[in-house]
Nanobody, 115 residues
Framework: QVQLVESGGGLGQPGGSLGLACAAS????????MGWYRQAPGKQRELAAQ???????NYSNSVKGRFTISLDSAKNTAYLQMNNLKPEDTDVYYC?????????WGRGTQVTVSS
């Protein structure tokens, strides 16, 4: 059984930085991609950043140039470095992974940007 364990997040200041990590545990054969989605109350979950096992990266326009996603394949862990934070980055961030062609989600971690 695959599990995604998220860490990081919390409270950040406008213009500041926060980091997120997501580790995939459990037995699996192949990791195709990992990424982060975010969701505000009452809104749809939307992609923030995604990276494939071939290191192909996709960012939403709202985070491009400020967030950086990376992948440590040996650890099956994805990282999201969030710089120049804005209040509108306040959301619950969910890790997502395609492993063995099945989709998995983390439980979500809160990111709050406020002065």
């Amino acid at each position: 059984q695959v599990q995604l364990v998220e860490s990081g997040g919390g409270l950040g200041q406008p213009g500041g930085s926060l980091g997120l990590a997501c580790a995939a545990s459990g037995s699996h054969c192949r990791l195709y991609n990992m990424g982060w989605y975010r969701q505000a109350p009452g809104k749809q979950r939307e992609l923030a950043a995604q990276i494939t096992s071939m290191r192909i990266i996709n960012y939403s326009n709202s985070v491009k140039g400020r967030f950086t996603i990376s992948l440590d394949s040996a650890k099956n862990t994805a990282y999201l470095q969030m710089n120049n934070l804005k209040p509108e980055d306040t959301d619950v961030y969910y890790c997502n992974a395609n492993i063995n062609l099945e989709m998995y989600w983390g439980r979500g971690t809160q990111v709050t940007v406020s002065s």
